[in-house]
């Protein structure tokens, strides 16, 4: 995403060939419209029909046609993840509905993990599976899993780092409990 190239924050997609953009830059045909294709905005040049909604944070799915991103298109006043089919054979989908941003795909495609403040002001990593619609807070379900592995092992000091918090857990042995 550009300011440069679009101040409202529509998505747009650019196949980018550097010789041919360095001719036409020679040639003073620099950014002809041709050359984008525009995902989110179609109506874009025309401000009769120009949506004002805001799309970010743009992933592009392991197979290439898939492109998740944050926007208030279809939850109007907070930003949420959608889907978006680039080839236009399924209509645009809806992920989450208590916000969300910054989406990253897994490798197999299956999962999405992202941020979300719907538990907080200091918001949180969520794990999204696409094909169950299971949403999980990863570090509510990394520090179970850590309080888990903690019975088995004795002794251990491990620090958990997030972006806003840094939690410490100890565990010790049961002859040091009084």
């Not at 440069?4 to 950014?31: C, E, H, T, V």
């Not at 294709?37 to 992933?59: A, R």
């Not at 089919?85 to 299956?110: H, I, N, V």
């Not at 599976?129 to 949403?135: P, V």
Request: proline residues 4%.
């Amino acid at each position: 995403m550009s300011e440069q190239y679009d101040s409202s924050g529509d998505l747009i997609l650019l196949k980018m060939n550097p010789g041919l953009w360095a001719d036409k830059i020679l040639q003073g045909k620099r950014f002809i419209n041709s050359d984008f294709i525009i995902l989110t905005n179609s109506n874009f040049s025309d401000t009769g029909k120009k949506d004002s909604y805001v799309d970010t944070d743009p992933f592009f799915a392991p197979d290439g046609r898939h492109l998740v991103f944050s926007t208030d298109r279809l939850t109007p006043g907070i930003q949420n993840l959608v889907v978006l089919d680039t080839e236009g054979k399924e209509p645009m989908k809806l992920l989450t509905q208590k916000g969300g941003a910054s989406p990253f795909w897994s490798k197999d495609g299956k999962s999405i993990v992202y941020i979300s403040y719907q538990d907080g002001v200091f918001g949180d990593v969520y794990l999204l599976d696409l094909s169950s619609g299971k949403n999980e807070d990863l570090p509510k379900i990394l520090i179970s899993i850590f309080l888990r592995l903690f019975r088995r092992i004795n002794g251990i000091c491990i620090i958990l780092q997030f972006k806003t918090i840094q939690i410490a857990m100890v565990v010790w042995t049961k002859e040091t409990i009084v």
